[in-house]
């Protein structure tokens, strides 16, 4: 078990380094201490299964990225299955589990919204709540605290949290409904299966999504679809300026949005004018004003 003294600090057991791939060591060197353990140290401990132990307060983003064998930092991918755990005595802040695919965080004190994908698991541990990924939850059909729920080839999120990167890296057939509004990066790198939203979606909707449906019954922040590879995107109101930026595949359809070139806004078939009634609840003559963002 690793012991760390923490007063504040962010990016605690990152796996991604605050995106080191992006700003090579400037916001963040791997290898600074915290009680004279490297954020390396945490994130290597936690990869081979054992448990980072917390006592202080917690800044943000605590554990990005949390049981994922990134291919920028060298990975394969996906999953690692044995990822450990970790436990804070104190409060933790916003964003905590970021992109979180496997193992758990458990936590004494407050945690500060928004979250990550991460929804809260029934605890085996006295005086700590757990949390999970929610992709992972999804998967394995994993029971979840009340009032979310799992339902037939569904968990449904009606806990009024607002989450960023929901539904991160789903690989499953299965469907995510929420009864609210999503953060950022809904959907991101998402390969299969079904994200609902009764509300807005912030910006990066569906950011590297290759594969599945998001269906926003509200609108969504700037660029929609961002670096899109497939799968398709439904938004019942405005996607935004920016939307299918650097897109390589896939559709986005929307009422209103201003997509960036080379993608266009085209008008609809009848079959998927008859796709965008069904699945946003419209009728068929008011389908016929809504465009697809493509390339």
């Keep these: ?17 605050d995106f080191f791939w992006q700003h090579r060591g400037s ?16 994130v290597e401990a936690l990869r081979h ?12 983003r605590l554990a990005s990225s949390l049981g994922v064998d990134l291919i920028r930092l060298g990975g394969k ?10 436990i804070v005595d104190g409060n933790v802040g916003s964003r905590m589990g970021i992109s979180m695919l ?18 809260e698991g029934v605890s085996d541990l006295s005086g700590y709540r757990k949390f999970i990924s929610l992709t992972e939850s999804l998967e394995r059909c994993l029971p979840v605290h009340e009032p979310n729920h799992q339902g037939k080839n569904e968990l449904v999120i009606c806990d ?36 609902e939203v009764l509300g807005d979606a912030g910006r990066n909707t569906g950011v590297l999504l290759q594969g599945g449906r998001i269906v926003i019954k509200g609108s969504t922040g700037d660029f ?20 299918c930026a650097k897109m390589r595949g896939g559709a986005v359809y929307a009422r209103e949005g201003k997509p960036l070139p080379p993608a ?32």
Excluded: H, W
């Design 1 to 17: 078990m690793l012991k760390v003294e923490a007063a504040g600090e962010s990016c605690l057991c990152d796996f991604t380094y």
């Design 27 to 42: 916001r963040l060197n791997p290898d600074q201490t915290v009680s004279k353990i490297s954020f390396r140290q945490m």
């Design 49 to 60: 299964g054992e448990v980072v132990k917390i006592k202080g307060n917690v800044g943000s």
């Design 77 to 86: 991918g996906g999953p690692i299955e044995a990822t450990g755990k970790i």
């Design 102 to 119: 496997r193992g758990a965080i458990y936590v004494s004190g407050r945690v500060e919204p928004p979250l990550g994908n991460v929804v």
């Design 160 to 195: 009024g949290i607002l989450r960023d990167t929901l539904g991160a890296r789903n690989l499953v057939d299965r469907a995510i409904r929420l009864r609210g509004d999503a953060g950022m990066s809904t959907g991101i790198l998402m390969q299969r299966g079904l994200i």
């Design 224 to 243: 929609t679809g961002a670096e899109m590879r497939g799968g398709e995107i439904f938004v019942a109101k405005n996607a935004g300026n920016f939307a």
């Design 264 to 295: 266009q806004a085209r008008m609809l078939g009848p079959s998927e004018q008859a796709a965008v009634a069904r699945l946003l609840g419209l009728s068929l003559l008011y389908a016929m004003m809504y465009r697809k963002l493509s390339l």
